[in-house]
């Protein structure tokens, strides 16, 4: 619960803003300690999971192998790295051992940054099915206190900023993260976070008036401020992340209709109070990116996929994004800005990985599509509790937007995103035997 809540807060800061992610990677290390150290704290873990421990080889294998230094007839045969070579030569250095990555002090960094999430998959995979929801609960807590972090930053109360960062999408709700379509994401977890408490507590069959009333108000209020981040992309997956929800509470609303009728009068207020919001100049800043303009996109993505020739097929190294994107620039797009990132994790990934990192990738989907036709066949059961269920459909709901999202923008990349897609992916593997309870 601690390493979920720290890595919200402390993990959204990018490659622009690398303070909170340090202080993160120290935090993490000494929470870990007392589970390697000491075996009274253990009590109620289940065993790390061999998919949780095949998966955490592969994420760490590419910047590994990067890192390995090669011989100097090796590695000024890869591609790209001629300029490299004469540049050494010029101070007698071009007979070093070099690795294969192009910046090992870029890559070592990621990799650093990687093992937090990695770490926190291994120890989510041990937990019970209790334990999952209480890092649901986690979840939604800090979600909803990003949003009132998030309305102190749009309201600019006693005239400050409000956020943890120098560099962040001023003028947009953006909580702990420092980027708009992060925090769009870390709401969207919320969401789904929310229907699995949800389904925890009314799969007992009752009538809980509150939890549902509770329920719409925590859904409206993270809607609200999801639209008010300004994401477009986070705004359209939205609508993926209410239709898992409504899958979770399916099987309790097709039993009460008044139920339906409810959802269809909060969908109600939820439309008038649209209406309303939309008076509203910060709002109206919003609906304005929703034009149909020419995207700094478009001109990121031909530059790396011009870069991705330059290194093919080994890459250039994992976090050597930005040198990349600087040499590859187009004379025509230079402007004042800096390239940071290609704005499409997958593309990303296959300038820095090259081939190999592409078949490691393909390898871990095709893992985390079994784990996922696992679970559901698992969670379809007629013994399969209600919670089981939900967090199931949390996890591919999950990982299905952050897929989505990755196509336009790098979630990945943030150490609060990969965080929480570690948990995803541990809530696909079957909850700790010990303490499994039917909630």
């Not at 708009?180 to 789904?192: E, K």
């Amino acid at each position: 619960m601690a390493l979920v809540g720290l890595a919200m807060v402390l993990g959204g800061g990018g490659t622009v803003n690398p303070q909170t992610e340090m202080v993160l990677q120290v935090l993490t290390a000494l929470i870990l300690i007392p589970l390697v150290a000491s075996s009274s704290w253990q009590r109620g873990l289940g065993p790390v999971q061999v998919p949780a421990m095949l998966l955490a080889g592969l994420v760490l294998v590419i910047p590994i192998l990067q890192l390995v230094p090669l011989p100097p007839s090796t590695w000024q045969a890869l591609p790209g790295r001629a300029i490299e070579a004469q540049s050494l030569a010029l101070i007698q250095a071009d007979k070093s051992w070099m690795p294969l990555t192009m910046s090992p002090a870029r890559t070592f960094a990621s990799l650093l940054a990687t093992l937090c999430p990695v770490l926190l998959m291994l120890q989510v995979s041990r937990l019970s099915l209790r334990g999952r929801n209480w890092l649901c609960s986690v979840i939604v807590g800090v979600g909803v206190l990003s949003l009132a972090i998030g309305v102190l930053q749009l309201s600019r109360t006693a005239g400050l900023e409000w956020s943890l960062y120098n560099q962040f999408s001023e003028g947009f709700l953006v909580g702990f993260q420092a980027n708009r379509n992060a925090q769009a994401d870390i709401l969207l977890a919320a969401m789904l976070a929310t229907g699995v408490l949800a389904t925890a507590r009314l799969g007992d069959g009752r009538n809980h008036g509150l939890t549902w009333t509770v329920l719409v108000l925590v859904l409206i209020g993270l809607l609200v401020g999801q639209f008010m981040t300004g994401s477009r992309t986070g705004i359209a997956l939205s609508t993926i992340a209410l239709a898992f929800i409504l899958l979770m509470l399916w099987p309790m609303l097709r039993k009460r209709s008044t139920m339906l009728y409810g959802l269809a009068g909060s969908l109600g207020v939820l439309v008038v109070s649209g209406g309303l919001l939309l008076q509203l100049q910060s709002v109206q800043k919003v609906v304005a990116r929703f034009s149909l303009v020419r995207e700094a996109r478009w001109d990121l993505w031909a530059d790396t996929w011009y870069a991705i020739g330059q290194v093919w097929p080994f890459g250039s190294g994992i976090g050597t994004i930005v040198p990349m994107l600087e040499a590859a620039e187009r004379l025509e797009v230079v402007d004042t800005t800096r390239p940071v990132r290609a704005h499409n994790d997958w593309l990303e990934w296959v300038l820095e990985a090259g081939l190999p990192g592409m078949i490691v990738l393909g390898v871990i989907l095709l893992i985390v599509g079994y784990l996922i036709v696992r679970a559901v066949m698992s969670a379809r059961k007629s013994d399969a509790s209600a919670s089981r269920r939900a967090q199931v459909l949390f996890a591919i709901g999950f990982l299905l937007i952050e897929a989505l999202h990755a196509v336009v923008d790098y979630p990945m990349r943030s150490m609060s995103l990969a965080a929480l897609t570690a948990v995803a992916v541990a809530m696909l593997l079957e909850p700790a035997a010990a303490q499994r309870s039917r909630q």
